[in-house]
């Protein structure tokens, strides 16, 4: 189960796009969590969405800093089941690129 934070909503669609279409993500096992610039989540909110999801990943090139902090304090309380890979790539095929490989390691 994947949740992956920030990034242009076109980007996240596409994301998903190839993961579904080449790797087998279902929809239901993946979640989206927009930056701040978007839509407004608070700590708890942000728990309930990425908290069971195997991995995080976070597209740091368009993301606010609270929702940064906030997964980064998830992260170190303990709070999150899976990991977090913070991904600096802006692209979709960047972002594909570092999910997957997070994912083989």
């Known amino acids: ?9 076109p980007t996240r669609r596409e994301v998903f796009e190839v993961l579904s279409k080449n790797y087998g993500l279902q929809k239901h096992n993946f979640v989206e969590v927009p930056p701040s610039s978007e839509r407004t989540i608070n700590k708890s909110k942000l728990k309930e969405k990425i908290g069971n999801r195997d ?3 976070v597209i740091t090139s368009y993301i606010e800093h609270d929702l940064t902090n906030m997964v980064s304090d998830l992260r ?3 709070a999150l089941s899976g990991e977090v890979v913070w991904v600096n790539e802006s692209g979709k095929t960047g972002i594909v690129r ?6 083989i390691q």
Do not use: F, K, N, Q
């Not at 189960?1 to 909503?9: N, V």
């Not at 570092?98 to 994912?103: D, E, R």
């Open 1 to 9: 189960m994947l949740g992956i934070g920030g990034g242009e909503p």
């Open 55 to 57: 991995l995080v990943a």
């Open 76 to 78: 170190d309380r303990g």
């Open 98 to 103: 570092s999910i997957l490989a997070h994912v």
